[in-house]
């Protein structure tokens, strides 16, 4: 067994995956709020919400009707994006002439409603849920343990980061999006209806944050606050990455989930902070994202 | 700064035209309204409640000279509250400070740590801003909660100790403390409504609604934006400092972004860019909390209800509407 700067390797390893787990809900949770800010000029407060929604749609599947973890996998997204586009079109739609402000307000008052419903029924102490039976047991690669769940909460995400990216550059549906976010009133004298395409982007970014919650549930356990603490730190990736390239969100997810499993082997104490320490640097160096375009 | 002091003149000018005579007189009387209804809370209500409404209406009216005249939506503002509350409680408690200095001290520290962030977050604007505020944030409540020999951990600092003013007057009594803390939130008060009305506070409003052409007419925006953040944080601090001594505590709660998500409510409630709107809305948010206290997370849905309701249909809040009623700003 080699050491590296006195460190084992299996807790290095260890700790670059989980870094790595963290860095693809970075990732896909950036991604959501990057596409809904496109479109709709709204920082989606809601969306740490909507992700704990994903792991408790899952849960409810799989304890009150049976319906396995594959099964919640498309469920969830999908449910939750029912609900994301009704409340596109009965409360978000209405603030759209108004201050984008006004948006972060208002998701960040449906946050703590669905939070607390949540904790209401559940409690705050958080659930069990089983890692799929195909997937439990790992590869020992020589140098660490690699738990399948893990291996395939990394593989999941990237191919999920990678479709959206496809979905919004290389289709044609992806080109109506990125000229709406564009210019609306321009693309709707196209004849491309606007405002459904908005509704359905919502619904789509909130999908992808149900997403990530259905793949973080066996990992952590299900509880109504799993979403209200990593919004924040989501929202310091946003920063740091700027919302202006899909690729950059992906890149900069991963990466800060990996430098903050590096800081736990390293730098403990600073885990819990690194990242915001990190946009600090970026705001300094360079105010409008590693991948943002000047305002 | 020279170009900014010449251009000051028509700014001021402005303030003259904005504040006719019959508002001038209406917001006298409002003073004088609430100074007497200052004189007689302790006697018609629970002290401590009232002290508490004082502490959270100082809070928001600071959090509104921020958004509501310099147009920044600051989503961390526990930040300065919370670290102010903590410095207050420790050097009170720990170092002996009588509470006089302790509050100062905490004010002071909250006044730095907002021209830290302030630095900061001006360099970005609208929802960036938001976001990165909070993230600060959020470092703030991390640090408070890793170091536990200065904040208590999980447990805050407990029994702080009331002390007395100037080393003279006891604070153990409520209503003693009452009337320092009454004097304090009514310093606050005046201070904010003079820098709202204030030449400063003229090109504030101007940068808020029109920054582009506040630069071309040749102010900094960024060095107001920086100015007015600053004392928004100070005079949060303020709240923050003196609600240590008031309750003897400070907790994680005090630094917690649902604190920042409060006191954004209560500048709602009450009214955006009104002066006395905070008020209302900390009178209405704190009585609410009160009352329904025993309903555990219920009050967080109630309160996400309450943001849902105020932005979809009550954008102008209480103050905002009776103000757009009596045609009058207030």
């Known amino acids: 067994m080699f050491e590296l700067l006195g460190i084992p390797p299996q807790a290095l390893f260890g700790q670059v995956l989980l870094g790595l787990i963290n860095g693809s809900f970075y990732a896909i949770l950036s991604l959501g709020l990057a596409v809904i800010f496109g479109l709709l000029n709204i920082i989606n407060f809601a969306h740490g919400a909507q992700y704990m929604m994903g792991a408790f749609v899952a849960w409810m599947c799989l304890n009150y009707f049976g319906i396995n973890y594959w099964a919640a996998l498309l469920l969830a997204p999908l449910i939750v994006g029912v609900f994301g586009v009704i409340i596109e079109r009965v409360l978000i739609a209405r603030l759209a002439n108004l201050d984008h402000l006004y948006g972060l307000l208002l998701t960040f008052g449906l946050a703590l409603i669905i939070q607390g419903l949540f904790r209401n029924q559940y409690g705050s102490s958080g659930l069990p849920y089983q890692i799929p039976p195909q997937l439990t047991g790992g590869q020992n690669l020589g140098f660490m343990f690699l738990p399948n769940y893990r291996a395939w909460v990394i593989a999941a995400s990237l191919v999920v980061c990678l479709a959206t990216w496809f979905l919004i550059e290389k289709t044609r549906l992806g080109a109506y999006l990125r000229a709406a976010t564009e210019n609306p009133t321009l693309t709707q004298a196209f004849g491309i209806n606007v405002p459904l395409l908005v509704t359905l982007t919502y619904g789509f970014g909130v999908a992808l944050a149900a997403f990530a919650g259905v793949l973080a549930a066996p990992i952590y356990s299900v509880n109504p606050n799993m979403g209200a603490d990593l919004i924040i730190v989501v929202f310091a990736v946003v920063v740091i990455g700027g919302m202006g390239s899909i690729l950059g969100a992906i890149i900069t997810g991963f990466g800060l989930g990996l430098i903050e499993g590096l800081t736990k082997v390293f730098y403990p104490e600073a885990a819990a902070t690194v990242i915001f320490i990190i946009m600090v640097l970026v705001l300094l160096v360079k105010p409008a994202g590693l991948f943002g375009r000047t305002t | ?309 105020c932005v979809l249909l009550f954008r102008e809040g209480i103050v905002g509407v009776i103000a757009k009623w009596i045609k009058k700003p207030l």
């Open chain 2, 1 to 309: 700064m020279a170009n900014v002091a010449s251009t000051d003149a028509p700014a001021a000018g402005l303030a003259v035209i904005e504040i006719d005579h019959g508002t001038a007189r209406l917001h006298r009387m409002i003073f004088i309204g609430i100074a007497i209804a200052l004189a007689v809370a302790p006697f018609i209500a629970y002290p401590v409640f009232v002290m508490k409404v004082l502490c959270f209406a100082l809070f928001a009216l600071a959090f509104n000279l921020l958004l509501g005249y310099g147009g920044l939506l600051s989503f961390g503002h526990a930040a300065y509250f919370g670290m102010a509350s903590y410095v207050s409680a420790y050097t009170a408690k720990n170092w002996g400070l009588t509470p006089e200095l302790a509050i100062l001290l905490g004010t002071c520290v909250a006044a730095l740590l907002g021209a830290l962030f302030g630095a900061l977050a001006i360099r970005r604007q609208g929802i960036y801003f938001a976001m990165i505020t909070l993230a600060l944030a959020q470092m703030v409540f991390f640090f408070s909660l890793q170091t536990p020999r200065f904040t208590g951990g999980e447990d805050g600092i407990q029994a702080v100790p009331r002390g007395k003013l100037f080393g003279l007057i006891n604070l153990a009594d409520d209503r003693t403390l009452y009337w320092v803390v009454a004097i304090i939130f009514m310093a606050g008060l005046l201070a904010i409504y003079r820098i709202i009305h204030s030449p400063f506070g003229q090109v504030c409003k101007a940068i808020r609604d029109n920054e582009p052409r506040a630069i071309s007419l040749g102010y900094r925006a960024n060095q107001y934006k920086l100015t007015v953040f600053v004392l928004s944080a100070t005079l949060a601090g303020l709240a923050g400092a003196t609600k240590a001594i008031v309750f003897q505590l400070a907790s994680l709660t005090d630094v917690y972004w649902s604190m920042s998500g409060e006191v954004v409510l209560m500048t709602l409630v009450g009214g955006l860019g009104t002066v006395f709107g905070p008020i209302v809305g900390a009178l209405v948010i704190v009585s609410m909390q009160n009352y329904l206290a025993s309903l555990g997370a219920w009050v967080t849905v109630v309160q996400g209800v309450i943001f849902v309701i």
